[in-house]
Structure formats: structure tokens, C-alpha cells
């Protein structure tokens, strides 16, 4: 095969790792900046122009967009699926996890675990929301944070009625969600390939860190999933569209529950807490699913 990965940056971890893994099971594979992609859209014959040559005869596309760049990212893998590439996740499916509100609100549809989850627009009805979600502890997130920046918890309500207005004043969408205490300061990422949880590990947040993120200084351990887990991070990526995702769940009381689901989940974690080569089940996976003109996207939401 010829796969085309799409990234940045051809250093990255995640980025060599798959380039590495393509090569060694027999395909060759180009690491493709996609802000440096430009784009022909003419009827009949879209074109996707790099470095000056026409970006020709992929079979596979892996996007690895990062979440600032979404809006370009998605339009050169959505250029591509016209093209006839196979996308390892689709562009509707990246644009549809980037926005946690709308991954909730899919998840919730299919009945899936979350925790209870409040959203407004104005702040004229700042309690009501905070009483949707039960009170204070509570935690208020920016819809399109990462790395677990822009997550904040409130232990009081007027801390939260504060910063809900912080946010709000400075026109940044927002939810707000039961604080769940009982996972302590950790969660839990499973990855997900296809209709398989590959590898997990727990995450656990510093010392005093609600925030399992390792980019906050968490550490990570593998972990055996139940089976309740295992299946609930399944069909959270299937509701999403994903074939490749990052499913975060929390251990509550009501059982597992879903924090977000990522798509473009990074290898490093992951790879060095568990072991897994999930580079190689990831070029594997394409083997087995790579097809022309194969983009099957039904998801209405
Ligand atoms: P980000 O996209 O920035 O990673 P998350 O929604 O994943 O944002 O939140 C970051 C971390 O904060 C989670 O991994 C989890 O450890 C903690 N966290 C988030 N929401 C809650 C919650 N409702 N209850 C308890 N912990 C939470
Ligand atoms: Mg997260």
C-alpha cells in the first residue's frame, strides 16, 4: 500500500512510529504537512497539491490533525475521501469529536455512560445549570480544550458561578458536568482499532491533580478492562463514527463513564505503558480495511 500520513510534524513520536511500522510490514508511506497541501476543487478531477507535485495513487490516509487546526485538516482528508483515499478515521468523524458538547450529545442519544452534563448560553441562568448537575463540587470545561487545559473544578457554587461568568465574558463556550470525586484523580484511555480495544492504561493525575492528562504530569500504568468497559468504549467510538479513537472513561459510582473520545490519540502513552505495538495494529487494521471509494459515514448528528 501506499499510506499517506498526515502530520505536522515527521518527528513526533506517533508520526515515526507509524511511518516505522508502515515500512517494516512492506508499504511505503509519506509523513505530509497538511497546512502545506493546496487544493484543486474542479468537477470530476480534485486535486491535492504538495511541495509542488500532485499528491497521486494513495490507497490509505492516517490524519493525525492536531485540534488547532481542525477546520484545514479536515478539509484535506475530506479532499482526499473524494479522491477515492481510505481514511483511517473520516473527516466528519474528526470534526464531530472535536466539539465535546456534540460528542456528548451523540453518546447520550445512544445511551452510553456519561456524567451528568449541563450547557448554556446565557449567564442569566447560571444556577439553573448548576442545579442540573447538582450543585457544587462541579467541573466547567471549555467546549474545545485539550491536554487538560481550560478544565477547571469548582468546589463551591459561587466559585463556579465565577468562573461560568469568567468564561462567558470572554464569549469561550463552556459545560458543566458532575464532578465525579470517586474516580480519584484518575481515568482510564482505552484505544480503540476497529472493533477492538487494543490496549488501556489508567492514568493517574500528580498529587492533588483532579486531571489524570500526562501532559499535566500524570503518570500512566497498564490496566485490564472489565468487560463493562471495554464495551462501553467500543460503542462510544462506533456512535462517534471512529474506527481509531481514544476513548477516556471514568470509574463512578454508576459505573463507567465517558469523558471524551479522541481521534487522533497519541502512540506514546500508550505504547510505553502497555507495551503494545498499537503503530502496527493501526497499519494492520488498514490492511484489512482498505478499500477505494470506501467512506461509509451514517452518523445523522
Ligand atoms: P481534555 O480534553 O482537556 O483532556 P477532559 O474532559 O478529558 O479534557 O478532562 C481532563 C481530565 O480532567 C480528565 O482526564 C479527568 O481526569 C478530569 N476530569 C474531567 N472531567 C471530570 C469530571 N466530571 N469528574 C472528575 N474528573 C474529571
Ligand atoms: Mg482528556
Do not use: W
Request: glycine share 8%.
Amino acid at each position: 500500500m501506499k499510506i499517506a500520513i498526515l502530520s505536522r510534524n515527521a518527528t513526533l513520536y506517533s508520526t515515526r512510529c507509524l511511518q516505522d511500522a508502515a515500512v517494516e510490514r512492506g508499504h511505503t508511506a509519506e509523513v505530509i504537512d497538511y497546512l502545506r497541501c493546496y487544493m484543486n476543487i474542479t468537477s470530476h478531477n480534485p486535486q491535492i497539491i504538495y511541495q509542488g507535485k500532485l499528491l497521486e495513487d494513495f490507497d490509505a490516509v492516517i490524519p493525525r490533525i492536531g485540534a488547532s487546526n481542525t477546520f484545514y485538516g479536515t478539509a484535506v482528508v475530506r479532499q482526499l475521501e473524494i479522491m477515492g483515499v481510505f481514511p483511517a478515521n473520516e473527516s466528519q468523524a474528526i470534526s464531530r469529536s472535536r466539539d465535546k458538547l456534540r460528542c456528548l450529545q451523540i453518546l447520550a442519544k445512544r445511551g452510553i455512560g456519561l456524567p451528568v452534563t449541563g450547557f448554556a448560553h446565557s449567564t442569566k441562568d447560571i444556577q439553573g445549570l448548576i442545579d442540573i448537575v447538582g450543585g457544587a463540587p462541579l467541573v466547567i470545561k471549555l467546549l474545545e480544550g485539550t491536554q487538560g487545559i481550560g478544565v477547571v473544578l469548582a468546589e463551591t457554587d459561587q466559585a463556579a458561578k465565577s468562573v461560568i461568568e469568567a468564561f462567558r465574558g470572554l464569549d469561550a463556550n463552556i459545560l458543566v458536568q458532575e464532578f465525579i470525586a470517586e474516580a480519584k484523580g484518575a481515568d482510564m484511555r482505552c484505544f480503540v482499532i476497529g472493533d477492538k480495544v487494543v490496549a488501556a492504561m489508567k492514568r493517574q493525575g500528580a498529587p492533588g491533580e483532579f486531571r489524570s492528562n500526562l501532559h499535566r504530569g500524570g503518570n500512566a500504568q497498564r490496566i485490564k478492562l472489565t468487560p463493562e468497559e471495554r464495551s462501553t468504549a467500543l460503542r462510544a467510538a462506533k456512535a462517534m463514527g471512529l474506527k481509531i479513537a481514544g476513548v477516556d472513561l471514568l470509574r463512578s459510582n454508576h459505573g463507567p463513564v465517558v469523558m471524551e473520545v479522541n481521534s487522533s490519540p497519541g502512540l506514546e502513552g500508550i505504547e510505553k505503558a502497555t507495551g503494545t505495538n498499537v503503530a502496527a495494529k493501526i497499519i494492520e487494521f488498514l490492511e484489512k480495511s482498505a478499500a477505494p471509494n470506501k467512506t461509509q459515514d451514517r452518523i445523522k448528528y
